[in-house]
């Protein structure tokens, strides 16, 4: 088993790298990284149904999509990943549950004095709260396995960016499960954040019987690179990727009540109607029509309402608030 240590914190990039590392390594391993606030999406997830984009343009959080499933999780620099990687075998091919890939970072766990557990399909636990989720992804012949470690997490910009405003969106899709979770610093006073990611890696070397982390070879620093800018930071796969859903908000402005229902299909609004107690001297169809084929994104939206003349269609309502009753 080898070892590695990413230093780098961009989601976008961080994720593109295990991917590139799993597609390429020749031998097992393990990496731990940490990424900047961020919203990382599960695979088979809406996007517009796991945040608050609100609160993340405003706080500078990003929103990555991963290649794992499993539900949206929050991310930032008290927070210690992990990914192992293992080749697909007759025995480890059996495995149901994520346990026996979790068990170098569980040793190391305990090995520091932390009572932990692994617990349902993918959550470490320590006294009944979650510490660690994790997800998994078999592709031609390899595993990737990766998960959190709460260390010292901002739990109330967790809940603040987790907590989607107010809409109705159904959709197909993996809704993420809320869980009671706690941080490692509380069962490990006096460790801080550097201390206790120098503690795990010292753990995973003794456990693996190696003196240092790897580095990590230029070829894959490029790849990877090249694989974030075509994927982890494109609007198309972070929010493009989201399952077919409609989208309906309600909001009580002092003109009167609007409703907005949209279809989205691949992040494209294909369809959009107007409805409610409002006033207008032309029908709102017509403003629903210059949304269609409009990615469903705050910009796009506003870009494609530029221009109009909102207040024709519902009187009294300034642009800016239709945008920000549309936007995810």
């Known amino acids: 088993m080898d070892y590695y240590w990413n230093e780098r914190t961009d989601p976008a990039y961080n994720l593109a790298l295990e991917e590139v590392m799993a597609e390429q390594a020749d031998a097992p391993f393990a990496m731990l990284w940490r990424n900047r606030p961020a919203v990382i999406v599960g695979r088979n997830q809406n996007a517009c149904r796991e945040f608050n984009a609100a609160y993340a343009r405003e706080h500078g959080v990003a929103v990555v999509r991963r290649m794992t499933g499993g539900g949206a999780v929050y991310h930032d620099l008290g927070n210690l990943n992990f990914s192992i990687f293992a080749f697909e075998t007759d025995a480890n091919r059996r495995y149901v549950d994520f346990a026996p890939f979790a068990g170098p970072v569980l040793a190391a ?14 959550d470490i636990l320590v006294d009944g709260r979650k510490v660690s989720g994790s997800a998994k992804r078999v592709h031609n012949g390899r595993i990737l396995f990766h998960g959190t470690l709460l260390f010292d997490v901002d739990f109330e910009a967790m809940a603040a960016v987790l907590t989607p405003p107010q809409a109705k969106i159904e959709a197909k899709g993996v809704a993420s499960v809320r869980a009671r979770v706690a941080n490692l610093k509380e069962f ?25 982390p790897l580095p990590i070879m230029d070829n894959r620093v490029r790849e990877a690179e090249r694989t974030a800018d075509e994927r982890y930071r494109s609007w198309e796969w972070n929010f493009g990727e989201s399952p077919d859903f409609t989208f309906e908000r309600t909001r009580r402005f002092p003109c009167g009540t609007v409703t907005v229902h949209l279809d989205v299909h691949s992040g494209i609004i294909r369809r959009a109607a107007f409805r409610g107690d409002f006033f207008g001297s032309a029908p709102a169809d017509e403003l629903a029509s210059l949304l269609s084929g409009c990615p469903h994104r705050a910009d796009a939206v506003r870009a494609a309402l530029s ?17 920000d009753l549309l936007a995810p």
Do not use: H
Request: hydrophobic content about 40%; aromatic content about 8%; glycine content about 14%.
């Open 109 to 122: 766990l305990r090995a520091l004095g932390v009572k932990a557990e692994f617990s349902g399909r993918n």
């Open 188 to 212: 490990l006073p006096g460790l801080d954040r550097e201390t206790f990611r120098q503690a795990m890696e010292r753990e995973l070397l003794r456990q693996f019987g190696l003196k240092g």
């Open 307 to 323: 221009g109009a003349d909102v207040g024709r269609y519902i009187a009294g309502l300034e642009p800016d608030s239709l945008a």
